[in-house]
């Protein structure tokens, strides 16, 4: 098995800690029986087919011959020769059924990851190269499935070969209905496409303009763009309204991952405040307009000072 290691992250589920929980307190009911737990129980019962473990809960789990694992490492053939009543057994827990009262025990030490522990983001380390396609090299990680890396998510140039060991990677795919493992080399962004959707909220920072809007990083591989439309302004300068380099609350109105296009805009903000043409006739003086802008940057760049000021205190 690989030694891949899971980094833990935010929102990131690691691999079940059962087996240090269930060596402090074993489970006592069938209830408390879970998957991938590791238990330690005694033989209660011999038959052809595999071997009944008594684990302590009122209902002996079961391992089936090709669960088995002679106390030599060697795989059975014949249940008899490798055990007997009474033996003490480690075991880990396959599948429960309480209503059915059914126990499936292996001696099998389960994969370090499988599909319910293995999360898009997730840091895994020293993996192992298995195969190398055309189009990528598949690589164990200890998981339910060998993970893909194309070449165009490795470093320029580089071309693993079988056994060669990758320090890190990040798993971007995770599709167990396609039973595939997406992975890359570079570090993914913190917020990827799959999370973005249209209505949501979240906090970004003003990263600079451009003659169509502001543009804001909210942690995705592409910064959103807030144009002077999505408040809802016939015209307005968006440095009027925010400052490069503050903190915002904007919200999601379209996302496009494949095209790269996260489009945001200032929930809660009026158009009437920084409009400065309504309709073909200037309401106002372009001094005046001047003016505004100069006001409410000044006003944007003194609020985010003194926010940097009470931080830093």
């Known amino acids: 098995m690989s030694d891949a290691i899971l980094e833990a992250q935010p929102g990131n589920i690691l691999p079940s800690d059962a087996s240090a929980d269930a060596q402090a307190a074993p489970p006592s009911t069938l209830e408390e029986v879970k998957p991938r737990m590791t238990l330690t129980g005694k033989v209660s019962r011999v038959e052809l087919g595999g071997v009944y473990v008594d684990i302590g809960v009122g209902v002996d789990g079961f391992v089936h011959i090709s669960q088995l694992v002679a106390p030599s490492g060697e795989p059975v053939t014949r249940v008899a020769d490798a ?6 057994v480690q075991v880990f827990v396959g599948r429960v059924s309480v209503t059915r009262k059914r126990i499936e025990l292996t001696m099998r030490k389960p994969a370090q990851f499988d599909w319910s522990n293995l999360k898009i983001g997730s840091q895994v380390f020293n993996v192992k190269v298995v195969a190398v396609e055309s189009f990528g090299a598949f690589v ?11 070449f165009n998510l490795m470093p320029k140039g580089m071309r693993p070969k079988i056994g060669d060991a990758i320090e890190m990677v990040w798993v971007i795919e995770v599709n167990e209905s396609k039973n595939r493992v997406g ?3 570079f570090e993914p962004p913190a917020l990827p496409w799959e999370s973005i959707q249209r209505g949501q909220e979240f906090k970004g920072r003003v990263t600079h303009f451009e003659r169509n809007g502001a543009y804001v990083d909210i942690g995705a591989e592409r910064e959103g763009l807030i144009r002077p439309a999505s408040i809802g302004a016939g015209y307005v300068d968006m440095r009027t ?3 490069e380099g503050e903190e915002v609350t904007v919200k999601v109105i379209k996302v496009d991952p494949s095209r790269k296009i996260i ?6 903000v009026s158009p009437d405040e920084f409009a400065l043409s309504s309709g073909p006739e200037e309401t106002i003086s372009p001094f005046a307009a001047a003016l505004m802008r100069a ?3 000044a006003k944007n760049q003194a609020a985010a000072a003194a926010k940097k000021a009470g931080a830093a205190g």
Do not use: A, H, R, Y
Request: aromatic fraction near 6%; avoid cysteine; glycine fraction near 12%.
């Open 83 to 88: 055990f007997k009543p009474g033996d003490e």
């Open 140 to 150: 164990n990680f200890d998981g339910p499935k060998d993970g893909l890396i194309p």
């Open 183 to 185: 992975m890359t080399m």
């Open 241 to 243: 309204v925010v400052s």
């Open 263 to 268: 489009d945001l805009t200032l929930p809660g």
């Open 295 to 297: 006001q409410k940057i």
